[in-house]
C-alpha cells in the first residue's frame, strides 16, 4: 500500500521558514517525478514545485521561486519543501504528489492529472 506522509506545517508569522517533509512507503521515489502542491478553501489545488528523482532536476511555480527549495533525500525515500520569507498568502494545506510519468518535459509535472499517489496534506499557516 502506498503512503506519502506529510509534515512540518503549522502556523508561522510573516517572513519566517519552514520545513516540509514527505516520508513515503509502498513505492520507491526514485521511480517517480515528485512535488508539491497546495490549496486553499474554494480553489484549485495549485502546482508549488517538483523535482525529477533520479536527476534532481527541479520545476517551480513562480510564486515560489526564489523562496522555495524542493529537494530530496533518496535514503529516506523523503521529499522536503523549505520555505523561506513566508507570506499570508502561502497560507493553505500542502500536498506531496508522486507521478509515474509525467511526458517529455519536467514542466509535466505541474499537472495535477499526471500524478499516480497523493499525501493526505499538511496546513500552513502565516500570520501578517
Known amino acids: 500500500q502506498v503512503q506519502l506522509v506529510e509534515s512540518g506545517g503549522g502556523l508561522s508569522q510573516a517572513g519566517d521558514s519552514l520545513r516540509l517533509s514527505c516520508a513515503a512507503s509502498?513505492?520507491?521515489?526514485?521511480?517517480?517525478?515528485v512535488g508539491w502542491f497546495r490549496q486553499v478553501p474554494g480553489k484549485e489545488r495549485e502546482f508549488v514545485a517538483a523535482?525529477?528523482?533520479?536527476?534532481?532536476?527541479?520545476y517551480y511555480a513562480d510564486s515560489a521561486k526564489g523562496r522555495f527549495t524542493i529537494s530530496r533525500d533518496n535514503a529516506k525515500n523523503t521529499l522536503f519543501l523549505q520555505m523561506t520569507s513566508l507570506k499570508p498568502e502561502d497560507t493553505a494545506v500542502y500536498y506531496c504528489?508522486?507521478?509515474?510519468?509525467?511526458?517529455?518535459?519536467?514542466?509535466?509535472?505541474?499537472?495535477?492529472?499526471?500524478?499516480?499517489?497523493w499525501g493526505q496534506g499538511t496546513q500552513v499557516t502565516v500570520s501578517s
Open positions: 509502498g513505492l520507491t521515489f526514485s521511480d517517480y517525478g
Open positions: 504528489a508522486a507521478a509515474r510519468y509525467f511526458g517529455a518535459s519536467i514542466s509535466g509535472l505541474s499537472r495535477r492529472a499526471f500524478y499516480d499517489y
Open positions: 523535482v525529477t528523482w533520479t536527476s534532481g532536476r527541479t
